[in-house]
């Protein structure tokens, strides 16, 4: 699913595309083995890509993106490898009290319990919800602006 998704979002990106994900890290997300997503990335190698691989193709395209994610640690790397890759095309906010999890673009959202990690993706047993209902999706993208800031 998560393939799927962000394979939609390197056709028409979000803006912004918000991934809300307490712990994160740089996780595989698309199999390109065999050049599956050559006709949408032409760079990508045979191989797994991984998160910041996907968010440098969809702020390429156009997109912006917030990731909004807590203080631990083990948010560190990732943090430190976004700024030097995407500033100003991506957010990354740290707040202690973040647990929601999610991904919300303007034709989709996906709510549960997984953070995106591998554990999370791969390991975890996890709930996850896919909405395409426009006034879900609207609701919860105003309410993030209005919680996290508006326009990137």
Do not use: C
């Amino acid at each position: 699913m998560l393939q799927s998704l962000f394979a939609l979002e390197l056709l028409a990106p979000s803006n912004p595309l918000w991934i809300i994900s307490p712990w994160i890290s740089d996780v595989e997300l698309i199999d390109n083995h065999g050049g599956r997503f050559s006709a949408i990335e032409p760079g990508w190698p045979n191989a797994n890509i991984r998160l910041l691989s996907v968010l440098s193709a969809i702020t390429d395209r156009g997109g912006s993106i917030v990731i909004i994610t807590n203080h631990s640690k083990h948010n560190d790397d990732i943090e430190r490898r976004i700024h030097a890759l995407f500033d100003p095309q991506l957010r990354f906010i740290r707040d202690e009290h973040v647990h929601t999890k999610g991904i919300v673009g303007e034709r989709f959202m996906v709510t549960g319990s997984m953070n995106l990690t591998h554990s999370g993706v791969y390991r975890n047993d996890e709930h996850l919800q896919y909405d395409t209902d426009p006034t879900r999706i609207h609701e919860w993208r105003v309410d993030l602006q209005q919680h996290w800031g508006g326009q990137l």
